[in-house]
């Protein structure tokens, strides 16, 4: 087994990076999704905060959600511990005290990136080069993924970057289809919402989907038939059902698994046996909340027999690990 402190570095190094490569997108898609909606349809910049978790840190920092402050807080803002800037400078940190284990083109990818991002700021935050910042950052991180899974040994360590991969892919899943798909979908009577085609097309590619969804679902895009392919295909690498495979697949590669396989069968069951065709939009945020709940619990159980302490984990917890937490306290209690 390996040491408990490089176990937990080269998790969170993949947390940080996979972290990283989804903020840009969804900010990336969210600002296309404005231009094409109109004024009275269009979002704004409130869902994709909320999707990260940061609602109450953005309000304590800023006075005005408007489309600046957003993206500030989201990319550069070193107050926020998930902003891409921070998430990417913690990916460098904890794979500077483990270079050994990697190939070494990981770590200069890695720390290339680093400082194209730091010395690129203003980019991020204009909106005439922000498409090329941002692109660049998700190009970069999927470079960095391909080069550890195409030359580095698949050894016990390996199986650490997968499972911390596949669990912040898995929960930014939930966020994204909680928030966006959430306000899609209609409350109980009501009907649905114009430009809904465009709106769920947008959810499709803030999971980097859309193009495999038009190959392997032969239908239009409308709201059941992209819930059910982000839910339940197999074969897609941004879908819960293949997260969690990946996850099981990893976890079943180390020791002391048995408390996370339970928790993680907890969640392949939810997902299979859900019936997503009549969801409406309560159902889907309880039904998504449940799954985040499940996913922080797994995470917690990682740390408690793999990791050595939470220390150089992200500086706070998801609104969805905040809640497994108190769950499982409550239980405890009772």
């Not at 600002?31 to 953005?58: C, H, Q, R, V, Y």
């Not at 692109?135 to 997968?162: A, E, P």
């Not at 038939?225 to 976890?251: H, M, N, Q, W």
Request: charged share 25%; proline share 3%.
């Amino acid at each position: 087994m390996i040491l408990s402190r490089l176990a937990e570095t080269i998790y969170w190094m993949a947390r940080y990076i996979e972290r990283a490569e989804n903020t840009a997108r969804i900010i990336m898609v969210n600002a296309n999704l404005l231009m094409d909606l109109p004024k009275g349809i269009a979002p704004g910049w409130d869902p994709i905060i909320t999707i990260t978790g940061s609602t109450e840190l953005f309000n304590e920092h800023y006075s005005e959600l408007i489309e600046r402050n957003a993206v500030k807080f989201l990319v550069v803002d070193k107050l926020n511990p998930g902003s891409i800037v921070n998430s990417l400078a913690n990916a460098r940190e904890n794979l500077r005290t483990t270079r050994a284990i990697v190939p070494a083109g990981v770590w200069e990818s890695l720390n290339d990136l680093y400082h194209y991002t730091e010395k690129n700021k203003t980019k991020g935050l204009s909106r005439k080069s922000r498409y090329e910042y941002l692109t660049y950052i998700i190009r970069s991180c999927q470079l960095i993924t391909g080069n550890i899974s195409s030359s580095m040994s698949h050894d016990q360590t390996y199986k650490f970057v997968r499972l911390g991969r596949y669990l912040e892919r898995a929960d930014m899943i939930t966020r994204v289809l909680e928030v966006r798909a959430g306000n899609l979908l209609p409350k109980v009577g009501e009907g649905l919402q114009p430009f809904e085609d465009i709106q769920w097309k947008s959810i499709l590619e803030s999971l980097a989907a859309y193009q495999m969804y038009r190959r392997h679902v032969h239908v239009r895009v409308k709201g059941s038939a992209v819930l059910g392919y982000l839910l339940l295909d197999k074969e897609f690498p941004r879908s819960i059902t293949y997260c969690i495979t990946d996850i099981e697949i990893s976890l079943r590669a180390l020791p002391n698994n048995e408390a996370s396989l339970r928790t993680l069968g907890r969640v392949q069951r939810m997902v299979d046996q859900t019936d997503i065709r009549d969801i409406d939009q309560q159902e889907l945020n309880e039904y998504m909340n449940e799954l985040q709940i499940l996913l922080g619990r797994v995470h917690k159980q990682l740390a408690m027999v793999y990791f050595q302490s939470e220390q150089h984990k992200k500086p706070c917890p998801t609104e969805a690990e905040s809640v497994a937490i108190k769950t499982e306290e409550e239980e405890d209690a009772a």
